[in-house]
């Protein structure tokens, strides 16, 4: 595998990344009763990145996403998070890497992500850009997911996130108690779509059909 962006120190520490695994598992199974579906859906020894798009209900998302998931994997955050005390630090050695809101910020992100996915790592992606409310409705999905999975040629991983809108969705201060599944569903193939006419086509066909393969299972959990 190729060397990823940066230098070797601001690789992704397998062994930080094995005990907030443990620790999350352990927590979320006691406070949140969660389960994890369909997990033979996820490709283990895909040897090409991955694309892992989820939708967004809580700040917990990207932890109970990637427990069963045993890849490399990368996610955005924002720049001025890697100069808090400690935190800075640990979403470093867990493989994020900084977006800045300054012009021009989203761009070096984006080059970022596609030399992760083209070396292999496994992007974490929630399409709608936020979390959704307490309702459970799922926001509208923008295209930065399949855009970014397309331009490096990897499949994405859909996953449907349900139940936490009742933990700590928007409109809710705090983290609540309630159950929560993580369903894993079939990949998607960015390939599939090369014979439509034009890129904006092809685009808007594949994030259409996340959309639909995310929305399919999300149904309030009673």
């Known amino acids: 595998m190729n060397k990823a962006p940066g230098s070797n120190k601001n690789l992704p520490s397998p062994f930080i990344i094995e005990i907030v695994r443990i620790l999350t598992i352990s927590v979320s199974k006691v406070f949140w009763r969660i389960k994890f579906r369909n ?9 090409s990145g991955l694309v892992v798009a989820a939708n967004h209900q809580t700040y917990f998302d990207p932890f109970w996403i990637c427990v069963p998931i045993k890849r490399r994997f990368r996610f955005m955050a924002w720049d001025v998070a890697f100069d808090w005390f400690i935190i800075g630090k640990l979403i470093r050695r867990l493989g994020a890497f900084p977006v800045s809101l300054k012009k021009g910020g989203s761009i070096r992100a984006m ?30 999905f923008r ?27 928007q409109d809710h201060k705090l983290p609540s108690f309630g159950r929560v599944e993580i369903i894993y569903h079939p990949i998607l193939k960015t390939s599939e779509n090369k014979n439509l006419k034009g890129k904006s086509d092809q685009l808007a066909d594949l994030n259409n059909q996340l959309t639909k393969i995310i929305a399919s299972a999300q149904r309030d959990i009673l």
């Open 111 to 140: 080059k970022d992500a596609l030399e992760f996915l083209r070396n292999g790592d496994t992007l974490i992606i929630f399409p709608e850009g936020e979390r959704e409310f307490s309702e459970g409705k799922q926001l509208k």
């Open 143 to 169: 295209s930065g997911a399949v855009r970014i999975a397309t331009e490096a040629n990897v499949p994405i991983l859909p996953v449907t996130i349900r139940g936490a809108n009742r933990v700590w969705s």
């Open 39 to 47: 997990t033979h859906n996820i490709p283990q020894s895909l040897k």
